[in-house]
């Protein structure tokens, strides 16, 4: 931006150009409406006075570039929201939304002009200029009247920046600047369509005198540029010119000015080559709370005020009884008359006009919801803000990467919707595969329309659980993933296939292998497979190592599920294994208590992995040494010979009996405290239902009950936090019954006492008449029929 951009903008001067705000039409010269963005009354007072003054040129403030995207709004399958999107070519991420309601003024004018013939033309400064001075982070286009957001907040360029309707509301004496507006613009009705605009222009005037640019020092750019095209339009249709642009710049329109000064202000401006489209929009990301810069508190309660033909308030109860009575609660016809009620009482009581959004809110709380905040917080979310996502015409300009995911979405019935939504797959089905596939590969391109979710699905199974919540960022998404290519699948290989060159880290390659299996990128799986091979023979280190297993083994598991051949990663994988089990025991002596712990969940998801490999490349014999070599060294923290032991015994390595002396040796007196605390909670920890292991064998309980009572005073301060963390794992009910236990002490016949030849908890001989009474339920889960 030039140094004369960024100067203090003289006082204007109202009407002493040939510009006259609001009532200019009446008086022969152009009629400029200042409007508050996404304002259903301004949108209503617009239509009133375009329907009034019949302009033959409507000019709207938004990118120049858009001119060519007029069209489009005409469209019937054009339906608000939406935003105009203005993106670099050379760098997509470098973008900018111009979103517009239905009850957007600007999407008034638009509509007005194109349903009754007239031309329409955008006049705010191109969108090449915005993106070449703009910072390259996420910019929504402009504040909420081109004044900012925050009353007296520091502005970049000096001075204050300043919220227009903040201060006028604060010089009629009210702290609600949104309450205010409701009051004066959106509940009440003015006879004369020009008035309000006349007041407001009036009103803006006096704050440009007071305030100059208000910490918008591109505004005064802007603002030359609008000049100019006003004189164009004025040039081309005379005095039949309608301006609708944010009330803030109103005064600078009717500033008079020539034209070689607001030439000099653009004079130099960086420039970048864009392209510009419509896109969805939602509700959402109108909301404030998104921040969006020109965003409103309640976009859905402005909606309905503004198409609601009579009666907004007792409609609107009833859209918020609709929703309550679809989500199971209570509420009747008598609710939504004392509601309705109780609305204009309370606008009554605080001198308002009618109700406003706080009057119902109250009301909705008070009757429908009983006096709680639980359904209220429903209402809010699903009406006062909304989940309404817009549409846009087909044949809206796209990059081909955009297009071919459009194609996807509707061949596989993927409809984009704002609303969070989960989304199981049967990975059997052919339709359902196809949308794992896509939505694995939008992942991989880094486009986050779906996160995978916890559901039905375990490890390597034919389900899939995703949360699906489409947001408007997501088509810039698209727009610099499409630099890999013009379709998803071409694009997700070509990136995939970089990444594996430029992955320095060993897990990143395996995890990146996963993905690649995941999105069914069969094209790129050789250039992977070459990179893992390579970092693998390379790679000494044994976390490592253990950090890329994992991947490997789920993708192998999954492999197996989509029919996918995997020999490449099963023989990478066995390699893998073996040199964990030889580089693993030395690499866990001497360790201190952080890596300790950090080592324990590496061999928890190493022991885990080993369990999803194939027989050919699982070394189980050779696992299940490493594990009794790390539990009975005693240069190995406590911590990992107890996990060691536990898995062990889980696996049915060793008896019951053979882990008694185990602990026995680990919790013996010459033992620290602080080890054998550490043991104990790597054999018993929380997560790894030690809880129910002590429950049924209180020989190892009453190991730990003696240990636990021995240990000396001045040590039991030091181990008190790990055996706190340790049984702090364990489910209530485990808790419950250890407590019991302990209280009623070791009794010669209790559970925990093993009958002859027996296991301790159970019976000496198995009772077959009561475990066959489980095969009827076990065959009925696993899908298998009983044979006699």
Known sequence: MTPAATA?????????????????????????????????????????????EKPAVVLVEGPAEADALVALAGDESMRPPVALLAHA???????????????????????????RGAAVRFVDLPAAHTLATADPTWSDGEGADGGGEAGGAPADGGGLRIDPLAELARTAGHDDAEQWWEDVVELRGEDDPLAPFEALAEAMGALREAYGHGGHPRDLVREAYMR????????????????????????????KTTVAADRALLKGLPKVKTELTWVPWTHRRLARRSGYGAGIEAPGWYGHLFTAPDRPVERWMTKVAGLLRAEDHLVSTAHVIEAVRLADTLAALRGRPAPGLDETTDAVRAVLCEGSDVPLDLVRDRLVVGDVLGEV????????????????????????????????????KDTDGARSRLLHRLRLLGVGWGTPAAGRAGTGT?????????????????????????????????????????????????ALAEQCLLAGLADALPVVMRALADRAALDTDVTHLAQALPALARSLRYGDVRGTDTAALAEVAAGLAERICVGLPPACAGLDADAATAMRDRIDDVHQALGLLPDTARPADRWAGVLHRLAGRDRVPGILRGRAARLLLDEGRIAEDEAAPLMSRALSPGAPPQDAAAWIEGFAGGASGGGLLLVHDERLLGLIDTWLTSVPETAFT???????????????GVRRTLGELVARGPRPDGPGRATPGGVPGFAADLDRERADGVLPLLHLILGTEATT
Do not use: N
Not at 21 to 48: D, E, F
Not at 91 to 103: S, V
Not at 396 to 402: D, E, F, K, T
């Open 393 to 428: 015409p087909a044949g809206a300009p796209a990059v081909p990467l955009q297009r071919d995911l459009s194609r996807l979405q509707r061949s596989l019935r993927l409809k984009p919707e704002a609303q969070e939504r989960e989304l199981d797959l049967d990975l059997r």
């Open 8 to 52: 203090p903008a003289p006082a204007p001067v109202p009407g002493r150009s040939g510009v006259q705000a609001g009532g200019g039409g009446r008086r022969g010269r152009p009629l400029l409406l200042g409007v508050r963005h996404h304002g259903p009354g301004s949108a209503r007072a617009v239509r009133a006075a375009l329907d009034a």
């Open 462 to 510: 034919f389900r899939e659980t995703w949360r699906l919540g489409w947001e408007p960022e997501l088509h810039v998404q698209v727009a610099e993933a499409g630099v890999w290519g013009t379709t998803v699948e071409a694009a997700a290989t070509a990136k995939a296939e970089s990444r594996a060159l430029a992955a320095t880290a060993l897990a990143d390659i395996t």
């Open 718 to 732: 030091d181990v008190l936090p790990l055996l706190r963390r340790t049984f702090s794992g364990y489910e209530p």
């Open 89 to 115: 070519v050379d760098d997509p991420g470098r973008a900018a939304f111009w979103p517009m309601a239905e009850f957007s003024p600007e999407w008034v004018a638009i509509r007005w002009a194109l349903d």
């Open 228 to 255: 100019l095209q006003l004189r164009a339009a004025r040039k081309d249709f005379g005095d039949q010119v309608a301006v609708v642009c944010g009330a803030w710049h109103v005064p600078a329109l009717t500033r």
